[in-house]
T-cell receptor, first 111, second 115 residues
Framework: GENVEQHPSTLSVQEGDSAVIKCTYS??????FPWYKQELGKGPQLIID?????GEKKDQRIAVTLNKTAKHFSLHITETQPEDSAVYFC??????????FGAGTILRVKS | ETGVTQSPTHLIKTRGQQVTLRCSSQ?????VSWYQQALGQGPQFIFQ???????GRGNFPPRFSGLQFPNYSSELNVNALELDDSALYLC??????????????FGAGSRLTVL
């Protein structure tokens, strides 16, 4: 089955700097890769997703890139703000709409 | 604002007891999935229901069971609770309008503590 690894586990950046979180996956058949943001006491919230037929997708300050050959995808957040502080999870979708999550990255944006 | 609501938000049980968690998904979402999130970890897939039938299961024992009702609500039942069952239980419904049912919207979860 699918295995998703995520790095780093914690990331501290200065407000206004960029943040990059990287994930690798094992199942070449996976074709959908969402990113979720989870704040304390809340459920995961979808922030951006990408399908395997696309190499890059951008939504304002957030972008995701996908390299199918290397089986890795990354989340890029530019001009970080304190409200970006949260836990971020990447995921890959296995056959049958089952999401396999990475272990998460704690992002701290220092003002 | 999420369209998936879960209840209860918090509950405490003792080992060996049984628990039922409830979820109400958005109208039109015909799939519902349940995930277990242990502290400091990513969510793990328990099972998925499509049109009231289980159509996918993760690596969880049979004492984890579920139901999906015609009104888009769902239940997760856990029998013979163990200490390791302490976790946040997340319900997610699938939006068929965006690339099929892959896009999941999560609820805020039910925090279960087993003593």
């Amino acid at each position: 089955g699918e295995n998703v690894e995520q790095h780093p586990s914690t990331l501290s950046v200065q407000e206004g700097d960029s943040a990059v979180i990287k994930c690798t996956y094992s199942d070449s058949a996976s074709n959908y890769f969402p990113w979720y943001k989870q704040e304390l006491g809340k459920g995961p919230q979808l922030i951006i997703d990408i399908r395997s037929n696309v190499g890059e997708k951008k939504d304002q300050r957030i972008a995701v890139t996908l390299n199918k050959t290397a089986k890795h995808f990354s989340l890029h957040i530019t001009e970080t703000q304190p409200e970006d502080s949260a836990v971020y999870f990447c995921a890959g979708m296995e056959y049958g709409n089952k999401l396999v999550f990475g272990a998460g990255t704690i992002l701290r944006v220092k003002s | 604002e999420t369209g998936v609501t879960q209840s209860p938000t918090h509950l405490i049980k003792t080992r060996g007891q049984q628990v039922t968690l409830r979820c109400s998904s958005q109208s039109g979402h015909n799939t519902v999935s349940w995930y277990q999130q242990a502290l400091g970890q990513g969510p793990q897939f328990i099972f998925q229901y499509y049109r009231e039938e289980e159509n996918g299961r993760g690596n969880f024992p049979p004492r984890f069971s579920g139901l999906q009702f015609p009104n888009y609500s769902s239940e997760l039942n856990v029998n013979a609770l163990e200490l390791d069952d302490s976790a946040l239980y997340l319900c997610a419904s699938g939006d068929p309008g965006r690339y099929g049912a892959n896009v999941l919207t999560f609820g805020a979860g039910s925090r279960l503590t087993v003593l």
